[in-house]
Structure formats: structure tokens, C-alpha cells
């Protein structure tokens, strides 16, 4: 038996909100429509949803939320955004959001969890944000970094990662060993250009408040009064963590981002970063927050994709030799 459409007829009757919430073509529609699996129809302000009587339900209180944030043009990454927001965060309130101080007021966490993170960050000298990509675990680590030079509580910002995708290939790459790295920390730039503007970051990198290079000129420095952030622990050996932690200084704030299901090591080598998980899971001081599908802040498939992969690596495990 079919399920029956419910409908929504949005009110009062504004035909710009009603151009806002579709958006052109109808993307933002088709957005609503792939978040929660239904069809979407419409005829003026009424909207007639097809789907699972779950689903059609959520998706009505979806379409009346952001007809209500329609007063102003609604993109297609307001639309999803707050799709993981109505998703994570029904019936929360904001009151206990951890403020950060960078160029995009608005930014806070969209999932319980990223909330989590970013009070464990600011609560704790070392963080592990362990989850599969599109958690925002490090573009938050990144903005916790910023907030933090920005109300001086450190004197600069170290962001580094584990160049294991380029291995014994480096020496075949053109340039010299900065240009060779530089693809790998393309992330952590954009990131700060995105959270404090261009001009401001490459001033702040001629007077090295901020540094940006890979995990092995680590090796053998004491960083006091900085925020360092080590993206892609993963791929790290056990050696190479126990480098990194023992470098934090006085002063000093360390977060750890990295996911464990895409380790790029060679065959027969243990991750730092599961390693690490084990070793220093009940040590006072360290906070650990595991991201799960549901924490992915990208495309409404992303989430689905990463759940279809979990399930898939199940199967696999549970399967007899």
C-alpha cells in the first residue's frame, strides 16, 4: 500500500519568499527532495511531498523552516547546511555554542557532536577528532585556532601534516622541497584564507605567526604559546605521534584531526593515530570526539555514501574466510 502525499500549503502567501525557498530551477527543492528521499511537487504556496510517512513529515518542517528564513535569498549551501542542522540539532538550543572570533560570525557547530569538539578544543591542551571526511573536523580546528590567536590566548598558529601521499616519490616532483609539499597542505590554507582573508594570512606568514609545513620539520622543536594542529594523522607511524605530542609546549594548545578509515601507509605499518587512540584514551587532559556518518556537512548524499561504505566494510569483515 502506497503511502499517502501529505501537503503543506506555506502561509502567509509571499511569492519572493516562495522564489527563495525553491530557488533556481527548483535547486533548492531538489536539495529538500535527496536530504530526506521524497518528491517534492508544487503549485503556488502549496506543496504536495511524496515519500515514507517519516520522511514526508520531516521534509514538511523542512520546507516551513526555510520558508520562514526566505525573507532573504536562501543558496543551495544555506539549504543544505541547515539541513544537517534541522537533522542534528532538533529541539537544541544555540545558548550553549562555543563563539568564535573569525570572519564568519555565523560559523558554529551543525551537529551535537561538532558542538562537542569545539567545547572539548577550547576546554582541554590536546583534542582527537577522529570521523570520516566531511565532518568538518578540520576546518573547526582551523577556526579554534584562528579564535584563539585572535583573543591572544597564543602567539601563533602551526598547522602540519604527514606528506605520506607523495613517500619515496618526492625526489620525482618538480621544485624544491617546498613546492613539492605544498599540494598536501592546500586544505590548511584554504581554510585560513576562508576564516581570516588573504591579506591578513600572508601577513601573518611574513612575520611566521603562522607556519604551515609538513610533519617531519617537527622533529626536535619545543612550541610554546602556539595553536598546532596535526590534519591527517592517520597517516602517521607510532613514532612519528609520539614525536609530535612530546613538541607541545608551555602555553601551547594541540588538536589532532585524521580519519582512520583511509590510511595511506605502506602495507604492515601501524597508524600513529589508532595507536594513539588506545595509548591515550583515559589520560586526563585529552579529549577525544568520534564523528560518525551523520556529522558529514556536505552534500546530503555525502552522509549516505559514507553509511553505504560503513555497511559495505561490515559485510566484508563478517563474512567467513
Not at 531538489?30 to 508544487?42: N, T
Not at 595507536?275 to 560518525?292: N, Y
Request: hydrophobic fraction near 45%; include cysteine; proline fraction near 5%.
Amino acid at each position: 500500500m502506497k503511502a499517502k502525499p501529505v501537503e503543506v500549503v506555506l502561509s502567509p502567501v509571499d511569492n519572493q519568499r516562495l522564489a527563495n525557498l525553491c530557488g533556481a530551477l527548483d535547486e533548492n527543492l531538489r536539495q529538500i527532495e535527496a536530504a530526506y528521499d521524497v518528491a517534492i511537487a508544487r503549485r503556488g504556496e502549496r506543496f504536495t511531498v511524496r515519500g515514507h510517512p517519516a520522511q514526508a513529515a520531516q521534509t514538511v518542517q523542512a520546507l516551513q523552516h526555510f520558508y520562514a528564513a526566505a525573507a532573504e535569498h536562501l543558496s543551495v549551501d544555506a539549504i543544505q547546511l541547515g539541513l544537517v542542522e534541522l537533522g542534528q540539532l532538533a529541539g537544541r538550543g544555540q545558548a550553549n555554542q562555543p563563539g568564535l572570533l573569525t570572519r564568519k560570525p555565523e560559523l558554529h557547530g551543525r551537529t551535537p557532536r561538532q558542538v562537542q569538539y569545539l567545547r572539548q578544543i577550547q576546554e582541554h591542551d590536546i583534542t582527537f577528532g577522529i570521523g570520516p571526511a566531511g565532518t568538518g573536523k578540520t576546518y573547526l580546528a582551523v577556526a579554534s585556532a584562528v579564535d584563539a590567536f585572535e583573543r591572544d590566548q597564543v602567539s601563533r598558529i602551526v598547522l602540519t601534516r604527514p606528506a605520506v601521499e607523495a613517500g619515496e616519490r618526492l625526489g620525482f616532483l618538480p621544485g624544491d622541497l617546498a613546492q613539492k609539499v605544498d599540494p598536501y597542505l592546500r586544505p590548511l590554507y584554504d581554510a585560513l584564507y576562508d576564516l581570516m582573508g588573504f591579506d591578513k594570512v600572508a601577513k601573518l606568514f611574513e612575520r611566521q605567526a603562522i607556519e604551515i609545513a609538513p610533519l617531519a620539520y617537527m622533529r626536535g622543536r619545543t612550541l610554546n604559546h602556539a595553536f598546532i594542529i596535526l590534519d591527517e594523522a592517520q597517516n602517521t607511524t607510532p613514532e612519528q605521534m609520539k614525536m609530535f605530542l612530546t613538541r607541545i609546549g608551555i602555553g601551547a594548545k594541540a588538536v589532532v584531526t585524521g580519519d582512520v578509515t583511509r590510511i595511506d601507509l605502506a602495507r604492515g605499518m601501524k597508524s600513529g593515530l589508532i595507536e594513539a587512540s588506545r595509548i591515550l584514551r583515559e589520560v586526563r587532559g585529552i579529549a577525544f570526539t568520534e564523528f560518525l556518518a551523520e556529522d558529514v556537512v556536505r552534500h546530503p548524499l555525502v552522509a549516505r555514501i559514507v553509511t553505504a561504505y560503513e555497511q559495505h566494510e561490515k559485510q566484508r569483515a563478517e563474512k567467513p574466510a
